[in-house]
């Protein structure tokens, strides 16, 4: 379906320009490492909320409605794009909220989610990552400068997540 491919265009739209050369707040690295925090935050809150609430889906199908990580995962990458290209022109803030808007309304309209399901991970998406540039320069003075810590991802086998490892 739809909205399952197009949760990712905000994201990849971000790591997607300055890959190419367009001139975003961040440089690709730093870029690279807000992705992965606000990703990793929105989703950690999602999941822990989808596991801990067990609210129904409208279809029946599953207990793992509350909140909607679709729409968290888009809403993510749209705040992600309009921190880092919102300044250049007020289109890229446009395009990502739009098509985070849109994969919301597919949940609805595909029976999967209640509203109140994707305006709370919309909430989810758009805060972690604002909590996450708020943070990072902190994070940059006490972690990342050090040579003797890393931001690894893991993944299990069912689940990603990140791991920050450091030396002390």
């Known amino acids: 379906r739809a909205d399952d491919l197009l949760q990712f265009a905000p994201t990849v ?6 890959t190419v050369g367009v001139r975003g707040r961040h440089e ?4 690279l490492v807000l992705t992965v925090l606000s990703h990793g935050l929105s989703q950690a809150v999602t999941l822990g909320l ?14 793992e409605a509350f909140p909607s990580g679709h ?3 888009a809403f993510t990458g749209a ?6 290209y919102g300044r250049r ?3 890229f803030p446009v395009a990502g909220y739009g098509v985070a808007t849109t994969v919301g309304a597919l949940r609805v309209l595909n029976n999967r989610h209640w509203l109140a399901d994707v305006l709370f991970g919309a909430g989810v998406g758009i805060g972690a990552t604002e ?5 990072y320069p902190w994070l ?3 972690g990342f400068k050090s040579r003797n810590s890393a931001i690894l991802p893991t993944f299990d086998g069912a689940r990603m997540g990140i791991c920050w490892v450091a030396v002390f």
């Open 13 to 18: 739209a971000v790591l997607g320009l300055s």
């Open 79 to 84: 705040a992600l794009l309009s921190r880092e």
């Open 131 to 135: 909590a996450v540039y708020a943070a």
């Open 89 to 91: 022109s007020i289109w």
């Open 50 to 63: 989808k596991y801990t609430v067990s609210y129904p889906r409208p279809d029946g199908n599953g207990l």
């Open 71 to 73: 729409t968290t995962f």
């Open 140 to 142: 940059q003075g006490k």
């Open 28 to 31: 690709l690295a730093d870029q």
